[in-house]
């Protein structure tokens, strides 16, 4: 079982950055790691992941804005977001899949206005 910590969430202006941590509590070395988000009134939805072996996907909405990265032995994942838009907030969540089980962590909220 690992437990996810996400943190750098804020406010940001449009066109600002913000860099997320996602920090587990046991080794994520051989793990991939996904991000997703929630936005008020819609569904959580699926942002980018890094693989176990530092290979990334990302979701058309935030490709060549956001930057996924790892430093496995910090046990931390690191979401990379530059130009970001209003369209953008949300609560950012980190997870990780173990033996079938999804776990979460508990998310960090991310506002993009002026």
């Known amino acids: 079982q690992v437990q996810l910590l996400e943190s750098g969430g804020g406010l940001v202006q449009p066109g600002g950055s913000l860099r997320l941590s996602c920090t587990a509590s046991?080794?994520?070395?051989?793990?991939?790691i996904d991000w997703y988000r929630q936005s008020p009134g819609k569904q959580r939805e699926y942002v980018a992941r890094?693989?176990?072996?530092?290979?990334?996907n990302y979701a058309d909405s935030v490709k060549g804005r956001f930057t996924l990265s790892r430093d496995n032995a910090k046990n931390t994942v690191y979401l990379q977001m530059n130009n970001l838009k209003p369209e953008d907030t949300a609560v950012y969540f980190c997870?990780?899949?173990?033996?079938?089980?999804?776990?979460w962590g508990q998310g960090t909220q991310v506002t993009v206005s002026s």
């Open positions: 046991g080794s994520i070395f051989c793990r991939a």
């Open positions: 890094v693989t176990s072996g530092g290979s990334t």
């Open positions: 997870k990780t899949r173990i033996m079938s089980s999804d776990y």
